[in-house]
C-alpha cells in the first residue's frame, strides 16, 4: 500500500468515532452493531458488554466486517471505509492498558461512565484488518480502492 492511501486510511480512522461492524450469529444471519472504537495504526479496538451477543458471535467465527464513514453531506465528498478482519478477545495487562489509554486520549469524558461498570464484564477486541476498501467519492461516484492487509 502506498503512503498516500495509507495516510487516507489513519486518517478516516484517527477522525472517526464509531463503525458498525458485523458478526455472524449463529443462526447464520449477520448482525451489524454500531460501535465506539480506537485505533494504533490499522489495528482497531473497541469494548462491549462481554455478555452482548456480539461477543458471543465472535467467540464462535471471529472473522468480521465493518464499515467506518466521514460524516458527509453530499456524495461528492464521501469518504469511508470497509474492512474485512479478524476479532481477537484482548487478555493481556498491558494490551489492556494501552487500549484504555487509547480510550482516554480520544474520549476524556470516558471517566464519568466507569464507574457504571465492573472491568470483569467488560470484554476487550482488537481487530486485524485483512482486506480495506477505501471508497472516496470525490475521485468520482461509487471510486474505491482495495487493500490487503
Known amino acids: 500500500m502506498d503512503k498516500e492511501l495509507h495516510d487516507q486510511i489513519t486518517s478516516i480512522l ?18 451489524a452493531t454500531t460501535v465506539t ?13 462481554e455478555k452482548a451477543q456480539k461477543t458471543t458471535n465472535i467467540d464462535k467465527n471471529n472473522k468480521v466486517s465493518l ?3 466521514r ?4 456524495w461528492d465528498v464521501f469518504e469511508g471505509l470497509s474492512m474485512g ?13 494501552k487500549i484504555g489509554g487509547l480510550l482516554f486520549k ?26 480495506i476498501s477505501v471508497l472516496d467519492y470525490k475521485k468520482g461516484f461509487g471510486h474505491n480502492e482495495l ?3
Not at 460524516?71 to 453530499?74: D, F, I
Not at 478482519?85 to 492498558?97: L, M, Q, R, W, Y
Not at 480520544?106 to 482486506?131: G, H, M
Request: net charge negative; no cysteine.
Open 85 to 97: 478482519g479478524i476479532a481477537t478477545f484482548v487478555d493481556g495487562p498491558e494490551e489492556k492498558e
Open 14 to 31: 484517527n477522525d472517526v468515532d464509531d463503525m458498525t461492524i458485523a458478526t455472524q450469529r449463529a443462526d447464520g444471519f449477520p448482525q
Open 147 to 149: 487493500v490487503e492487509v
Open 37 to 49: 472504537f480506537v485505533n494504533d495504526g490499522l489495528t482497531l479496538y473497541f469494548f462491549t458488554p
Open 71 to 74: 460524516p458527509y453531506k453530499k
Open 67 to 69: 464499515t467506518i464513514n
Open 106 to 131: 480520544k474520549f476524556p469524558n470516558l471517566a464519568s461512565y466507569i464507574p457504571a461498570y465492573d472491568e470483569s464484564d467488560i470484554a476487550y477486541i482488537r481487530v486485524d484488518p485483512k482486506v
